[in-house]
């Protein structure tokens, strides 16, 4: 089961208004709800072309729906969500392109092609990577773009630049500047118990669903984990 996060640092303190419904609706893996909310957010983005803030928007509503559908095991879906918002994303960054944000939504949606079907990692790993190491240099205190680009080096092969043992330091930077970041213990988790390291996977696992008792994906992976 594999998902990407798509907490957003800019994107919670400038676009308040639809980021905590998303989270809600990610939490529950409510799909019906996701969809409405970026049916909703593609309308604005088609009535005002020219704002980049739209634009983010939909990029991050089709990266919370693609992140649920691959958490579902739905590759289709996860892939139509994951293409629409690319496009959104590459807009956005081509109307304001100094915001670390914009750049790190695009990571993490070039990183969900690559969750969904492996294959991918060819065309869109340099995308999943490159993104986010923009995001970093333009915001180098993120928790959320050490988060997205630990996964980002969980999905791609350690043959093309990625693999676990880097997720795994991404991950522990972003516990590092937020240690209540709940995705962060999620997927230090997931990748320790990639590695068998299934005590250690489970402590981790356990302080996210501490941190967010709310997120259904997250009991799963503790559920589904060794004690050993």
């Known amino acids: 089961m594999r998902a990407f996060l798509v907490f957003a640092a ?3 303190s400038t676009f308040a208004s639809g980021v905590p419904e998303l989270e809600r609706a990610r939490d529950k893996q409510d799909r019906a709800a996701l969809d409405k909310i970026a049916g909703e957010f593609r309308g ?23 992140e649920v559908a691959v958490e579902v095991r739905d590759k289709a ?11 959104a994303a590459e807009k956005a ?16 949606l070039c990183g969900q092609m690559i969750s969904s079907n492996g294959l991918a990692a060819i065309r ?8 986010v190491n923009k995001a970093i240099e ?5 928790a959320e773009n050490y988060m997205s680009h630990g996964v980002g080096n969980y999905y791609l092969p350690a043959a093309l630049g990625g693999g676990i043992d ?6 522990q930077k972003a516990i590092e500047l937020d240690p209540k970041s709940a995705e962060a213990h999620l997927w230090l988790g997931i990748a320790l118990r990639k590695q068998n390291r299934n005590a250690e996977a489970r402590k ?18 503790l559920d589904k984990t060794p004690a050993q």
């Open 10 to 12: 800019v994107g919670l």
């Open 44 to 66: 604005t983005a088609e009535k005002q072309p020219n704002d980049a803030a739209a634009q983010y928007r939909l990029a991050l509503a089709e990266s919370y729906a693609a």
């Open 124 to 131: 869109y790993g340099n995308c999943a990577l490159t993104s």
């Open 166 to 171: 880097l997720a795994i330091k991404d991950f």
């Open 77 to 87: 879906q996860a892939k139509n969500h994951a293409e629409a918002g690319i496009a």
């Open 138 to 142: 333009l915001d180098p205190k993120s």
């Open 93 to 108: 960054i081509s109307l304001k392109s100094g915001v670390a944000e914009y750049h790190r939504i695009l990571g993490t």
């Open 204 to 221: 981790a696992l356990a302080k996210a669903v501490e941190l967010n008792p709310n997120r259904v994906w997250a009991q799963q992976q």
